[in-house]
T-cell receptor, first 113, second 116 residues
Framework: EPEVTQTPSHQVTQMGQEVILRCVPI?????FYWYRQILGQKVEFLVS????????KSEIFDDQFSVERPDGSNFTLKIRSTKLEDSAMYFC???????????FGPGTRLLVL | AQSVTQPDIHITVSEGASLELRCNYS??????LFWYVQSPGQGLQLLLK??????LVQGIKGFEAEFKRSQSSFNLRKPSVHWSDAAEYFC??????????????FGKGTLLTVNP
């Protein structure tokens, strides 16, 4: 069964450093998403992406965040200058249709020191 | 804006007992509703979804959920819980913010503990 994959599974970084989280969505999906889950809290929407542009972003997704689909398979989330409060589990998701079921990857646990 | 409430933070049941996890949503139109399960250290796995039609939906692992518009609820049920069902369960509502994508708004989750 096709699945969403994410790399790395864990990342530790120093405050102020740039990180890039990578995702490979399901191959025939067209809609892509990033969510995050701070430890002990609920999963929060960050951004949605379709047709090579951002469709919607949350208040969390400020100028320090960016997303890109650099080729036909990868979907990345970049945090330009990490803060302590960026420590969280980051989930990538994809769907075939607008409003369709979103399938989630296993997540990348980011720890900012 | 849409919201999801899961009133129970933690539920403990005995193996073989029945289970009901509550979910209430707030959304102005007909919602898309989902239940996801997250085992420790794992990602989110879809259990079931409601888009339209029959208000009782069947999912994987023997779970079902019933959409009740009058109560704005989408409660998850299982007639007989197995020890492997111990996990955190998230209810979510899908809604468009005006763009092409539907974003999911999640509840805070219900942690299920299963006693032998």
């Amino acid at each position: 069964e096709p699945e969403v994959t994410q790399t790395p599974s864990h990342q530790v970084t120093q405050m102020g450093q740039e990180v890039i989280l990578r995702c490979v969505p399901i191959s025939n999906h067209l809609y892509f998403y990033w969510y995050r889950q701070i430890l002990g809290q609920k999963v929060e929407f960050l951004v949605s992406f379709y047709n090579n542009e951002i469709s919607e972003k949350s208040e969390i997704f400020d100028d320090q965040f960016s997303v890109e689909r650099p080729d036909g398979s990868n979907f990345t989330l970049k945090i330009r200058s990490t803060k302590l409060e960026d420590s969280a589990m980051y989930f990538c998701a994809s769907s075939a249709d607008s409003g369709g079921t979103q399938y989630f990857g296993p997540g990348t646990r980011l720890l900012v020191l | 804006a849409q919201s999801v409430t899961q009133p129970d933070i933690h539920i403990t049941v005995s193996e073989g007992a029945s289970l009901e996890l509550r979910c209430n949503y707030s959304y102005g139109a007909t919602p898309y509703l989902f239940w996801y399960v997250q085992s420790p250290g794992q990602g989110l796995q879809l259990l079931l979804k409601y888009f339209s039609g029959d208000t009782l939906v069947q999912g994987i692992k023997g779970f079902e959920a019933e959409f009740k518009r009058s109560q704005s609820s989408f409660n998850l049920r299982k007639p007989s819980v197995h020890w492997s069902d111990a996990a955190e369960y998230f209810c979510a509502v899908g809604a468009s913010g005006g763009g092409s994508n539907y974003k999911l708004t999640f509840g805070k989750g219900t942690l299920l503990t299963v006693n032998p």
